[in-house]
């Protein structure tokens, strides 16, 4: 409006609440807050945002073999950063671990469209990681199904960071 301010900060991607008497916006990136509106910290380089920690969005013992929403830390409608663990306690059974799009089609897990696969031997604790990178929806939400679960099997999903085009188009 007369130049006097630099940036702002918004709750709306679109600047829906941009001040009376301004008329140009751009988003510059998205911040994550606590429950007490303090920004969460992070490191950025170019579209790509670090948390200085991470964080774990979801755990299961023996969630099932059908899809599941889960929750990430990353930016709403981001390209999530997730570290996606797969453990079998008894080391006996191979599966295979896949996170996609919620508005994408649903798909059974399986070496076509896995990220994650776990070879187990004979023995105790197989475990198998992998850095996967999703497209997050309005309320930072994917899913995860497995191929196969048991009793001894826990997934980890740990969002380590985001990637935000801020507005630009690819």
Avoid at 79 to 105: P, Q, R, Y
Avoid at 121 to 136: P, R
């Amino acid at each position: 409006d007369d130049g006097t301010i630099d940036a702002g900060f918004d709750t709306s991607a679109t600047a829906a609440n941009i001040p009376a008497g301004y008329s140009k916006s751009r988003r510059i990136g998205s911040v994550l807050t606590d429950g007490s509106a303090n920004i969460i910290g992070f490191v950025q380089n170019n579209d790509v945002f670090f948390r200085k920690a991470s964080v774990q969005s979801y755990t299961a013992t023996n969630p099932g073999i059908s899809a599941v929403t889960v929750t990430t830390q990353a930016s709403p409608g981001s390209v999530a950063i997730l570290d996606f663990i797969l453990f079998d306690g008894a080391g006996t059974t191979n599966m295979v671990g896949a996170i996609s799009d919620l508005a994408t089609t649903d798909t059974a897990a399986g070496t076509a469209n896995g990220q994650v696969a776990l070879y187990a031997g004979t023995g105790d604790n197989a475990w198998a990681s992998s850095e996967v990178q999703c497209q997050t929806d309005s309320s930072s939400q994917l899913r995860m199904r497995l191929s196969a679960s048991l009793a001894t099997t826990v997934v980890y999903i740990n969002t380590r960071g985001w990637i935000d085009t801020r507005g630009r188009l690819q």
